[in-house]
C-alpha cells in the first residue's frame, strides 16, 4: 500500500509541473501544443484551451497531494513528487523544443 503513497505523490509533482507551459502560454495569448491539437500533441491549441487544460493538471496536481501524503512529516513523499516535477519537466522540456522544427 505504501507503493501507491509514493505514486500519488509521483504524478502530483508531475501534473503540478505540467500545466506550467501550458497556463503561461495561454495567459500569454500563444497557441501552444496540447493533446486536444491536431495532430495531438503536435498541433498548436488555442490560449484559451492552454489556460483551461493548465487548470485542470492543476486540479489533478491539487486532488493528488492527500493521497500522496506530499506533506507528511516524513517528507519522503515530497521528495518524490519533486522527483515526478523534475521527470516531467524534463520530459516536456525535450518535446517541446521540437515544436517549431515540425
Known amino acids: 500500500m505504501e507503493f501507491l503513497i509514493y505514486l500519488a505523490a509521483f504524478f502530483c509533482g508531475a501534473f503540478f509541473a ?8 495561454g495567459i500569454s495569448g500563444n497557441k501552444f501544443p496540447t493533446p486536444f491539437a491536431k495532430p495531438p ?48 519537466s524534463i520530459l516536456l522540456s525535450s518535446r517541446f523544443q521540437q515544436k ?3
Open 18 to 25: 505540467n500545466p506550467v507551459p501550458h497556463f503561461v502560454q
Open 41 to 88: 500533441g503536435k498541433g498548436l491549441s488555442s490560449p484559451i484551451l492552454n489556460v483551461a487544460w493548465g487548470l485542470l493538471n492543476m486540479v489533478i496536481g491539487w486532488l493528488l497531494v492527500g493521497p500522496g501524503h506530499v506533506f507528511a512529516p516524513t517528507h519522503l513523499p515530497l521528495y518524490v513528487a519533486f522527483l515526478g516535477a523534475a521527470i516531467m
Open 100 to 102: 517549431h522544427k515540425e
